[in-house]
């Protein structure tokens, strides 16, 4: 009877009294009390209960991000479906490795190093394999490969590194460190297809297309870079067109060839990171952005294009419109729209003023396309420049430049064609250390450390903070987003600062830092949730799995390569290899 009474006390116990004695269990407890009898299965699923646990846990703050979601599905995906779990370590690298890149199919991962070798691994299941590798030292006396990107097929990759000339004498300082790009063919057993130019060494090209890369090459005389196309020969015809190194029987590409993109000014030792982002949109910066300049041949475009013989639709719908001259100005928007004004044609004139003060278009995101009308998309690059502190960003058109010939002849009579980007995102106070966008090109996330004290006159005397701050910048309009602010992450290297690797998926950003730590936020709270741990050094590369976030790579100065899965996907392996 006292039995009867006891069970009988547990079942008619008010759900708030079993509430509060489930607040003071784990998730794994939860999960036993589930199995216990329908009412206590039933409290379990209390939100309050799972956002308790959630919050917690993580430190979340604010409220769930969709009406869709549940705070029990949040914890199940911050916990089951998020990669902290190191399924496999490799050592494969004989040096400090400097990157990891996965292919766009998910199934092959390449990771470069100090020690002048460029790797490609298999990856099935949760372990990897290597699949092809070569020493570019030995064969293109590199000192190093830094950095990597697969092609839009996963047919081709390139690889960038850093080689010291093959000669140079005494009376002569040619032994200045020199960018390179190779291009490998992984349809051709790795096949060693072109070598284009790629410097400064920090340019890091990336894919224009499927066959055509971008690189560049820098004149330290006129203290400009030029950003070039190259494309990857496909017969014997466009091989002749090539110098073929004796040493390799390969087609090398010098600063001669390719087709001329653009030329921009500024000091090469801070160009960084070529990045192509494919947007079906043009950015639309508020008209009160302290950062942001647009370039007067954007503004000239711009008019051009919503002149009343071509009509708005279909062009810029409402973009804000500013001037800026070949420096990187400050000026008032208000002023730099009035010199524009003043110097603008009257009917470009009426144009600007009209789009200028339509304000109720600030807020437009694209423009209105009938259901037939095709989206447009147009390609950026997007660069660092100045001293760290400036984002540029370009739009490659192919009304880009005249002919080669007549570029060479103008550098030829000193009149070289300088190009000025269309968009300038000044940040001034901080020193920009690496970035990547996001899978839909809509956001760019970039790592960056204060700039503590610096002298104006000189560029290579800064003291920077050794605390990593990550912000995100909607490329639509150009704005810093508040919420994506992460931080956490620590630097020590002092100035010229080292690259330090980040990367986003749907849910996560992840990136390296310089205490032997990858850290990892979540998009939607801006929360760090995780420490990916190497033994010692820099976590230099990270990469998430582009087909399932559920897996990522990271690798470091302890020359490990370390490929990390969730639990979820943990225990999926684990229970197959049990079968």
Known sequence: ????????????????ILLYIFSFLEHSDLGQVVLTCKTWCRVTYDEHLWRDLVKKRWKLKGDLTSS??????EYKRLHYHLPVICSQELEAHTDEVLDVSFSHSGDMFCTTSRDMTVKVWKLEGPEATLLFSDDVGLRLFWILTQYSCFNGDDSLLLVCGVKLPRFFTEDQDYDEPIGHGAIY???????????????PPTLFGTWLDNVSCLGGYLNEANNTVTVKKYKVPTDN?????LYIDDFNNIPVCDVSAGETLFTFRGDPHHFMSLLLATMSFEPCPPSDSDIVSISSDKLKRTAEACSPNRGVAGTLCGEKMECRSSSFSTVPREKRLKTSLANSDSQSSQTLKSLYERNDLENTVICEQSATESVTKRKYVIFVTGQHTVIAIHEIRSDIRCDDKHEAASEVNNQLRVDVPDYILNFKDI??????????????????????EH???DSWNLTLSEEIEIKAV?????????MAKLWGHKAFSSFPAWYICIDVCEDYVVSGSEDAKGYVWDRRYGQLLS???????????VCFNPCNSECLVTVGDDRTIKIWLSRNLHNKYTYKTQL
Not at 533 to 540: A, E, F, I, L, Y
């Open 1 to 16: 009877m006292e039995a009867t009474t006891w069970m009988d006390c547990w079942q008619e116990m008010p759900d708030s």
């Open 68 to 73: 869709e979601d549940s705070w029990r599905a």
């Open 185 to 199: 063919s992984l349809e051709k057993n790795f096949q060693l297809v072109l070598v284009v130019p790629m410097d």
């Open 237 to 241: 015809l466009e091989i002749e067109d």
């Open 431 to 452: 020193y920009v250390i690496g970035l990547c966008l996001s899978k839909d090109h809509r956001y760019l996330f970039f790592n960056s450390r204060k700039r503590m």
């Open 455 to 457: 002298d104006v006159n």
């Open 474 to 482: 909607d490329l639509q309009t150009l704005e810093i987003i508040p």
């Open 531 to 541: 420490t990916l741990d190497h033994s010692t050094g820099v976590v230099n590369g």
